[in-house]
């Protein structure tokens, strides 16, 4: 488990060193598009960055935000657009990488059938 906080950590802060709100803006996008990409490494950092004068902390908060919204505009607009079919063949084939297996997917699914949108705030 060290090692892959520590692999986030070290590659999440070089490229918001590097990149800046860029970087802000697609590591959280990318979050909210189910991308499992912490934005509590991101954003603190990022804030981290703003408090010491090297970012700008309003345009951090902005560009958080904006990256937030479009990566839920994203996944979104991919489960309506795309369809379920979808949703399966990206798990299929990149499961091992957004850290979800099929079987998990249609437990879920299951999940929401029985219990309807009360099982979103769980």
């Not at 986030?8 to 490229?15: G, I, M």
């Not at 499992?36 to 703003?50: D, N, Q, V, Y």
């Not at 991919?78 to 997917?105: H, P, S």
């Amino acid at each position: 488990m060290e090692a892959i906080t520590s692999f986030f950590v070290d590659n999440l802060t070089s490229l918001i060193s590097t990149y800046g709100v860029w970087a802000v803006f697609v590591l959280m996008t990318a979050e909210s598009a189910l991308i499992p990409i912490p934005s509590e490494i991101t954003m603190p950092f990022a804030g981290f960055l703003a408090g010491r004068g090297i970012l700008d902390f309003w345009l951090v908060v902005f560009i958080g935000a904006l990256g937030n919204l479009s990566g839920s505009l994203l996944a979104y607009w991919l489960g309506y657009t795309k369809g379920e079919e979808w949703v399966k063949f990206a798990i299929r084939k990149w499961g091992k990488w957004l850290l979800m297996r099929e079987e998990e997917y249609d437990k879920a699914k299951a999940w929401y059938i029985k219990y309807g949108q009360a099982v979103t705030f769980t």
